[in-house]
């Protein structure tokens, strides 16, 4: 590499981690993530794993620490692998983790591939533990492929975390379930405000969000918590529930953004790099990638795109449009 100096933002914020969606395909139409007939990018233009695999050493080149794999689903890709086994070669030699979130329909098949590459730990996307619900919110979704998925997971040795969205009117009357469940499996859980992303047709982003300060006050009326100073390089605040000893952790991008400690930013698959989750601003990284075989024009581009990061998004659902992105979460990747 020619400049070894890390990524530090205008905000003299370092930037060590980078979630790369690796498709915007997925075999879920999950509500609140895409429409249900989604208008997927040509295959032309998406990067193509050597380009992905490039495109994230040269970040790991740059300080970057930690990379998740995103989609859509990122298990859906053709030939997945091959990019987790080419990323892995970096564990050790300037990436500490290697990781992905997942939806869980493709574990049972890659669960273990994934453990053996050097994958140490997962998120699964899991709003619901009722099958119908499950069907309904995925649309195309099975509950008991994911719960198998899982249970590979745990069996190749995988650490399993998982993520539910809190929607109001839908999984509230699930709140202590999940809780529940994932102490006797032993899966820490994260709960995440919807975020306003993307076109959602009949139905309002804003009838969907149930705010975690209401989730979080409901869960302490009957339980514990106590405030952990942990931090994963990823936005999430944590509490430890004393009656079971297990970490919930809180995303709340709408009642308390975690903008000041932002160290991380998106590159989707086609290429474009997103310095902010809640803004538009992008660089177009394919460009350089394809103009040269040397990666030195990919890292500086990378540089220019950095010294453009914003201070922090405009997330409001308080104003009652919320700061709304046009693109789906699927494309910019989850």
Known sequence: MSD???????????????????????????TYCMSEHMQFL??????????LERLSSAFVDLGVRKLRITGGEPLVRRNIMSFFEAMAQRLGSGLDELTLTTNGSQLSRFARPLAECG???????????????????????????VLD????????????????????GFNEDELFALLDWCATQGHDLTFIEVMPM??????????????????????AERL???????????????????????????????????????????????GELFMCLGQEDRADLRSALRASPDDEPVRQAIRAAIARKPKGHDFDYSRGV?????????HTGG
């Open 119 to 145: 994958v140490r730990r997962v998120n699964v996307s899991l709003d619901t533990l009722d099958p119908d619900k499950f069907a309904a919110i995925t649309r195309w979704g099975r509950l008991p492929q």
């Open 322 to 330: 919320g700061g709304q992105m046009t693109r789906h979460m699927s």
């Open 149 to 168: 998925g899982i249970r590979a997971a745990q069996d190749a040795g995988l650490r399993v975390k998982i993520n539910a969205v809190a929607l109001k």
């Open 198 to 219: 993307g076109e959602m047709g009949d139905e309002n982003r804003l009838d969907q969000y149930w705010a975690l300060s209401d989730l979080r006050a409901r869960l």
């Open 42 to 51: 040509p295959k032309a233009d998406l990067l193509t794993l050597e380009e």
């Open 224 to 270: 514990t918590l106590t405030p952990l100073a942990e931090r994963t390089g990823g936005p999430a605040r944590y509490v430890r529930v004393e009656e079971t000893g297990q970490k919930i952790g809180f995303i709340t991008p709408l009642t308390h953004n975690f903008c000041e400690s932002c160290n991380r930013v998106r590159v989707t698959c086609t």
């Open 4 to 30: 070894a100096a890390p990524l530090i933002d205008p905000f003299a914020r370092p930037i060590t981690y980078l979630r790369v969606s690796v498709t915007d395909r997925c075999d879920f139409r999950c």
